[in-house]
């Protein structure tokens, strides 16, 4: 570029945008400072791959969670309680039953009788019969229509497609009970009829 002056030489001939930015980046962060900053940034691509890993999990256990009954109101069992209930006879009268059992069956009648009036439904009572459901009653399915005496079902797969529409519940009413004569407790306290296939267990 002869003959031209320093300051048209320049302008001709710019400093290109990349080697300017790194020149200064050179001057703002040293090779430790540098190294520094990878670490923190693969410690944290470490923790956000974590994260998705418990999300996913969690996910995972929700939706488990929402397949085996709502409000857990139902129990998952175990193949250990499976045996045990296949072993020993479902139990006739209130006197086959602790206290306890009775107590949690009465429970289960009173929250299913607020479903139906309307009030806050608060805790089922199921959970305090820690045994697997062998009955499912639907008091009030999916379409909103209260069954009394209610609806009886011996497995949850065939109970499911009364009570949801995918993992939609809407304002369905429905308990899972080991045994007859707890359906028939909780029905009794709920003021509901007793329907026949409980009745003849």
């Known amino acids: ?67 085996n009954n709502f409000e857990v109101v139902s129990h998952v069992a175990t193949p250990a309680q499976k045996d045990s209930v296949e072993e020993k006879p479902l139990l006739a009268s209130p006197s086959d039953l602790a206290a306890d059992r009775v107590a949690a069956a009465e429970k289960i009648g009173a929250w299913i009788r607020r479903c139906l009036d309307g009030r806050p439904r608060g805790a089922s009572g199921r959970e305090g019969i820690d045994l697997p459901s062998n009955f499912y009653l639907v008091i009030r399915d999916y379409g909103g ?10 497995s949850w797969s065939s109970a499911k497609s009364s009570v949801a529409s995918g993992k939609q519940y809407g304002g369905s009413v429905f308990v899972g009970v080991p045994t007859a004569i707890e359906g028939r407790i909780a029905l009794k306290a709920a003021g509901l009829d007793i329907p026949d296939l409980l009745s003849k267990q």
């Open 145 to 154: 229509v209260v069954h009394n005496p209610p609806r009886v079902f011996t």
């Open 1 to 67: 570029m002869e003959g031209l002056g320093e300051k048209q030489a320049s302008k001709l001939s710019p400093e290109l945008p990349n080697s300017s930015l790194q020149t200064r980046m050179s001057n703002w962060v040293s090779a430790a400072e540098h190294r520094a900053l990878v670490l923190a940034v693969d410690s944290l691509r470490s923790e956000l791959a974590a994260l998705r890993l418990s999300y996913s999990e969690l996910q995972r256990k929700v939706d488990l969670l929402e397949e």
